[in-house]
């Protein structure tokens, strides 16, 4: 089994900062990749970032592209989502993704409001 326990998010204006964490813990000895996916009212849940478990390489979004960045720290197993230049349209809820292979966890959300 794996854990994902995430923190961060809230209401920020337009133009901010916000930083997510998400905490993995459990079975996290292979996988492939972690990320964060979001989902706003009335909308499907969409990828906002990736990185591999091996070489760390990353996948963004066009939307977030050059605003966002993803990174992990690999001794606590937890990856962290920087959101710059905050905009309206990211309003969701974030979810941390964990890619085991043959099956997905999900952490248990985090909402994030930008107001314009």
């Known amino acids: 089994q794996v854990q994902l326990v995430q923190s961060g998010g809230g209401l920020v204006q337009a133009g901010g900062s916000l930083r997510l964490s998400c905490a993995a813990s459990?079975?996290?000895?292979?996988?492939?990749?972690m990320g964060w996916y979001r989902q706003a009212p009335g909308a499907q849940r969409e990828l906002v970032a990736t990185?591999?478990?091996?070489?760390?390489?990353?996948n963004y979004a066009d939307s977030v592209k050059g605003r966002f960045t993803i990174s992990r720290d690999i001794a606590k197993n937890t990856v962290y989502l920087q959101m710059n230049g905050l905009k309206p349209e990211d309003t969701a809820v974030y979810y941390c993704?964990?890619?085991?292979?043959?099956?997905?966890?999900w952490g248990q959300g985090t909402q994030v409001t930008v107001s314009s």
């Open positions: 990185i591999s478990r091996v070489g760390s390489r990353t």
């Open positions: 459990g079975n996290i000895f292979s996988f492939n990749a």
């Open positions: 993704n964990l890619d085991n292979y043959s099956q997905a966890y």
